[in-house]
């Protein structure tokens, strides 16, 4: 059974960083492009990251440029996202997809990990 | 960038109804779309990808057609478990993924 588990969400300073951790099982992680969605209250979904299966190739909404950093541990079978400079407008809930590839759909999720950004 | 909209945004049906969700793209993406069912404190289920083809396990009653810039989901006979929110996806390169605004389905 996949399962993706998230975890390191919670609050933090405007200008604060943060680094949320997602741990797979289920399926052959190396294998997979991974990626970051994330969900702000009573909004709707706004992809954040993808990774490339070897971590060689990595993709950001424009809103994350520069502030956010998506990596894998293969041999952890984790995934993470570094987030630094971080805005009231991070405020949201995270989840860890896996991106299916060829057909271009986040085919199993997290249950998400709620990351509030506040003074 | 390429937009996405749904409608409507809200949507009220009863149990027994046939429902249906457009979902249009500010640009072709060929039949790039998926759908995907969302409850409240809830992760998002993936429905439908390549725009028609149903998820496995998920029921027959959900039905995804369409291509270029406009698609629709259709539920044949909404159930009492299938009032959620609806949201659609494109995808266009590896580089950029939008979600659509999302259709709430509620009871009438």
């Known amino acids: 059974e996949v399962q993706l588990v998230e975890s390191g969400g919670g609050l933090v300073q405007p200008g604060g960083s943060l680094r949320l951790s997602c741990a797979a099982s289920?399926?052959?992680?190396?294998?997979?492009?991974m990626s970051w969605v994330r969900q702000a209250p009573g909004k709707g979904l706004e992809w954040v990251a993808n990774?490339?299966?070897?971590?060689?190739?990595?993709y950001y909404v424009d809103s994350v440029k520069g502030r956010f950093t998506i990596s894998r541990d293969n041999a952890k079978n984790s995934l993470y996202l570094q987030m630094n400079s971080l805005r009231a407008e991070d405020t949201a809930v995270y989840y860890c997809?896996?991106?299916?590839?060829?057909?271009?759909?986040?085919?199993?999720w997290g249950q998400g990990t709620l990351v509030t950004v506040s003074s | 960038d390429i937009q996405m909209t749904q409608s409507p945004s809200t949507l009220s049906a009863s149990v027994g109804d046939r429902v249906t969700i457009t979902c249009r793209a500010s640009q072709s993406i060929s039949s790039w779309l998926a759908w995907y069912q969302q409850k409240p404190g809830k992760a998002p289920k993936l429905l439908i990808y390549?725009?028609?083809s149903l998820e496995s396990g998920v029921p027959s009653r959900f039905s995804g057609s369409g291509s270029g810039t406009e698609f629709t989901l259709t539920i044949s006979s909404l159930q009492p478990d299938d009032f959620a929110t609806y949201y659609c996806?494109?995808?266009?390169?590896?580089?950029?993924?939008?979600f659509g605004p999302g259709t709430k389905v509620d009871i009438k």
């Open positions: 990774i490339k299966q070897d971590g060689s190739e990595k």
């Open positions: 289920g399926f052959t992680f190396s294998s997979y492009w």
């Open positions: 390549k725009a028609s």
């Open positions: 996806q494109q995808y266009n390169s590896y580089s950029v993924f939008t």
């Open positions: 997809a896996r991106f299916s590839g060829l057909e271009a759909h986040f085919d199993y």
